[in-house]
């Protein structure tokens, strides 16, 4: 069965500073990854999607990697800023699926101006 | 504007009542989901439908129901055989486009049992 692990729980920086939020699934055998954010009380933000066969998605600041054979992804947050601070969920469609996501538990971000 | 509404925000229920939850969406999406949120977990599917008229229980969906009449809608009633109702509840949706099953939620609902 897969499970999905996001390390750390929680997260504390100061403004400015880069960071990896990092997540890993037990089964390869996924079709894509999905990053999202979630503020509090509220629903999901999708921030990215890498599909199986890719190694990494940009958009502005944000960048994931996905490395499928050794079950891990990162997500890489440039310059952070205090509006950055959000909780970060990881999800992953297995292949053959039904397209229901399998989420991590999240890293909870919080950025110090 | 495109989007999945769920409504209402917060809901409050008497223990042995049942509810339902709204959750509709106007992207012209054919599957939609049904997860529950509770604190320091992460998302779990309680039901989900690839097309109208059909419908797959998810690893949790006792004590829950939903119907999918129309593409646009995907109601979930918790009833009151499910023992710990109280949750926050998100609702998504997905198109298959070029291979791409990304999926969209919906802003939730609280709900408290009493």
């Known amino acids: 069965k897969q499970e999905v692990t996001q390390i750390p729980a929680a997260l504390s920086v100061p403004e400015g500073e880069n960071l990896v939020l990092n997540c890993s699934f037990t089964?390869?055998?996924?079709?894509?990854l999905q990053w999202f954010r979630q503020d509090p009380g509220k629903g999901l933000t999708s921030l990215l999607l890498i599909q199986s066969s890719q190694r990494e998605q940009t958009s502005g600041r944000l960048n994931a990697s996905l490395d499928k054979s050794s079950g891990r992804s990162t997500l890489y947050i440039a310059a952070s800023q205090p509006g950055d601070s959000a909780t970060y969920l990881c999800a992953v469609r297995m292949s053959g699926s039904q397209g229901n996501l399998i989420f991590g538990k999240g890293t909870k971000l919080s950025v110090k101006p | 504007d495109g989007g999945i509404t769920q409504s209402p925000k917060y809901l409050f229920r008497k223990e042995g009542q049942n509810v339902t939850l709204s959750c509709e969406q106007n992207l012209n999406h054919d599957a939609m989901y049904w997860y529950r949120q509770d604190p320091g977990q992460g998302l779990r599917l309680i039901y989900y439908s690839q097309i109208v008229n059909d419908f797959q229980k998810g690893d949790i969906a006792e004590g829950y129901s939903v119907s999918r009449e129309k593409k646009e809608s995907f109601p979930l009633t918790v009833t009151s055989a499910q023992k710990n109702p109280t949750a926050f509840y998100l609702c998504?949706?997905?198109?298959?486009?070029?291979?791409?099953?990304?999926?969209?939620f919906g802003p939730g609902t609280r709900l408290t049992v009493t």
């Open positions: 089964d390869s055998a996924i079709y894509n």
């Open positions: 998504a949706s997905s198109i298959r486009t070029g291979g791409i099953h990304e999926q969209y």
